[in-house]
């Protein structure tokens, strides 16, 4: 089915709800003014989640069937992705900086699939009185710089100390007898460096002494970001807690009664677009869909709210990874204002109790980025299309209630192989060194790749196709277009000697 037709029933559901809310939200002074209407010529693009919301009440089919007009009827609304940014004036009272506006969050679409900037909400100008001392600011790639109000305080305060010694810089004897007592306090000899070794890299060294196959991924010390002394240390970790922050499995079966494995799905695809609209890291729609389903693991959820939930949801995985979180009345927007924002922040106030506010959960992408470097190997250029071959096969698995079963690391090394398994078939993708960092051989993975392989499959007939249109960008070099041979061959499943 194609996007157009699974878009062309938007009729007048998005009006009706839109008139539905328009008396109350109208009379209510603090929503008033947030919510711009839609222009007539933009409602026809999209249809809302109408039986999982905006129909109360309403009687559905089946979710489970999978029949051409489930996704015309159960579709979330992108019309609503608005790229907005609507200000308050609570939130405005914390910004550090003079003269600044808040930021969009993503710039309009050429393809004419989503809406512009609505010109009747304007952008806030926020300012502060100015702090009566120099501050330094960090340069940063967004719109808004931040500053660190501590830092200038304490500059402040600096210079009224008397314990500070001013030295001019044409004083060289001072001058150098500082820099020699600098670097004898501060300076850390190669030999040092090399001294710190984790015990991973302790054991591919001693693997190293015997079969030469295994590739160091922990050598880069000069890239902070890596974490090269610690980072075997860390996913040690996040292996052992793994199986802390996992869902229940049967939570369909035995918790829900209202909802289905195909509304979770529709719910997702929604939201992998609401994600894209915004560019929202990918950590965060992971997180997403961590919390809704250690959610509705231990709460039963009405299908009229379950939107509700997800946005919710993505609100706190925002708010724990974007550096510029959107607001709760850009979630309220993109549902069609089908919610007030007093009920979004009643169901975040619901899963953060729920959650216990553990919500640090070690998803598939933080397995991905160390097994993709694992992946790599020796290479100097790393390998843009298997990287996103690999994160490809690792959100379409976030759609599939079945994969579950999996953990997160097995799911990202099992992604790690079929991604290099469609880029080259005939070459066995397994080798040493991704069995000693992702710990898992073919044959332990053997499910998994197939599961996974199932789903690449089909990707292209399903009716959900929010990933496979995102992954048919060039930024994402295409790799949902390209081929997927139709089966694996056995002795690639099979552990083989090296």
Known sequence: MSTQNRRSSFSSSTTSSLAKRHASSSSSSENAGKVAPVPSHLAKKRAPLANLTNLRGGVVSDANSRSS???????ANVTKLAKVRKGSSTSSSNMGLSGSTLPRYASTKPSGVLPSVNPSIPRIEVSVDPVPCS?????????????????????????KSPEVEYIDNDDVPAVDSIDRKTFSNLY????????????????ALMEMETDEKIVNVDNKYSDPQLCATIACDIYQHLRASEAKKRPSTDFMGKVQKDITASMRAILIDWLVEVAEEYRLVPDTLYLTVNYIDRYLSGNVMNRQRLQLLGVACMMIAAKYEEICAPQVEEFCYITDNTYFKEEVLQMESSVLNYLKFELTAPTVKCFLRRFVRAAQGVNEVPSLQLECMANYIAELSLLEYNMLCYAPSLVAASAIFLAKFIITPSKRPWDPTLQHYTLYRPSDMGNCVRDLHRLCLNSHGSTLPAIREKYSQHKYKYV????????????????HVY
């Open 135 to 159: 501050m330094v600011v960090s340069p940063s790639r967004s719109d808004v710089q931040s500053v660190s109000m501590d830092e200038s305080m304490s500059t402040c305060e600096s210079f």
């Open 480 to 495: 949902a277009k390209k081929y997927c041979p139709p089966s694996i061959p056995l002795e690639f499943l099979h552990n």
């Open 69 to 75: 007009s489930a996704p015309s009827t159960l579709v």
């Open 188 to 203: 850390i000899s190669d030999s040092a460096a090399k001294a710190v070794v984790t015990i991973c890299e302790r054991d």
